[in-house]
Structure formats: C-alpha cells, structure tokens
C-alpha cells in the first residue's frame, strides 16, 4: 500500500455552483480515509460529494459548511471510479478546494 494525497480545484459559476471531479486510475484501488473541502468564497458554501455523477443515490459524504471541513467517513472506490464534489452557495470565482486522503493498492 501507498499513502496518496489527492487534491482538486474548480471556481464557482454565475450561479455559485463548483464541481470536482477526482478520478481513481486504472488498476487501483482507493482506501479513502479523510476528505477535506475548503474555498475562498466569502459566502457560507455546502458540498456533497458523490461517488460517479452527482445524484441522491450516488450521495457518500456532505457538509453544510462546505468550506474548512474535513470527514473521516470512510470509502473504498476502485479504478475508473470518480468522486465527485459539488459546493453550492459560493461567491462566483472563488475557488473549490478537495483534498482526498488514503492508502492505493493494486486491484
């Protein structure tokens, strides 16, 4: 096993919505351990994350402060897999910040 540290960024729309995606590669196999979300939005923000495309189903993890928050819900997610996260409520143009922690190993 390998520790990996995996960080995504995007900036929020004219309709103060940021998505991230974050795609596991080929061949591996994520032990996620800790997920981070912070931005720069000078407005309070929320983000869900999703495992695949964001729909309620898909749902693994949210936070109504989707700024500074950091979850320790666990998640295994296998290669061609995506994690996705979504904030809504941000300042247009600021930045979405995810940070996913964990062990990689074959699968």
Known sequence: MTRFIKPGQGHFD???EAIVTIAVPAGCLWDIEATTVS????VRTTASV??????PGA???S???GN???SDTKHTVIGGET???VWTGGTPGA???IRITGQQRQG
């Open 14 to 16: 004219a309709a103060g």
């Open 39 to 42: 931005t720069t939005s000078t």
């Open 50 to 55: 999703y495992l695949g495309s964001p729909s």
């Open 59 to 61: 749902m693994v993890d």
């Open 63 to 65: 936070t109504y402060s």
């Open 68 to 70: 500074r928050d950091t």
């Open 83 to 85: 994690i996705t996260c």
């Open 95 to 97: 930045v979405a910040t």
